[in-house]
């Protein structure tokens, strides 16, 4: 599995921490594969380098938040959490019991959604391949099944390994 870089502006909680060892993903500080970001955290002067990396041909999982990030790469937060079943809406993804989620816009794939609201939007940006979830600290289930979905578009992306 690819290195995943953890830049969530918080303590990363433990049971994401495990839930990513157990699947198999290295958690690294730089030069990962995959960063996995919480847009709130960012400001302006912070975007150009993650947005480089997706456009490059990174990957990049986006929790929660609003701001500049956001705004560069078309994602749009949508309000008060929802509830009910996470229903799969792209092939190969299953279904996942959350007990809430955020719902989220976007130029990209509704891969969740939830009370007919989409709470992950995968898109490709040039090279890379970016996932926006609402949540600044999504369910472990949500973000395993967002990487795997990166990791599989990465790997039918042209320019990336």
Do not use: K
């Not at 009910?84 to 299953?94: D, I, K, Q, T, V």
């Not at 959604?113 to 490709?124: E, F, K, Q, S, Y």
Request: charged letters at 20%; hydrophobic letters at 45%; proline letters at 9%.
């Amino acid at each position: 599995m690819p290195t995943v870089g953890l830049n969530l502006g918080h303590e990363v909680p433990a049971a994401l921490a495990d839930a990513l060892a157990g699947a198999g993903f290295e958690v690294v500080r730089n030069d990962a594969e995959i960063v996995l970001v919480t847009a709130s955290e960012m400001d302006l002067a912070e975007v150009e380098p993650f947005v480089a990396h997706v456009v490059d041909g990174g990957g990049l999982l986006v929790c929660g938040g609003t701001g500049p990030l956001l705004a560069a790469l078309h994602l749009t937060a949508r309000g008060e959490p929802v509830v009910g079943a996470a229903r799969p809406c792209y092939p190969g993804l299953e279904p996942l019991a959350l007990d809430r989620a955020a719902p989220v816009t976007g130029v990209g794939y509704a891969l969740y959604r939830m009370d007919d609201r989409c709470v992950a939007l995968g898109a490709r940006r040039d090279r890379g391949v970016l996932v926006y979830v609402g949540d600044p600290d999504p369910a472990p289930p949500l973000v395993l099944a967002c990487l795997r979905w990166i990791v599989e578009m990465r790997s039918h992306s042209p320019g990336t390994q």
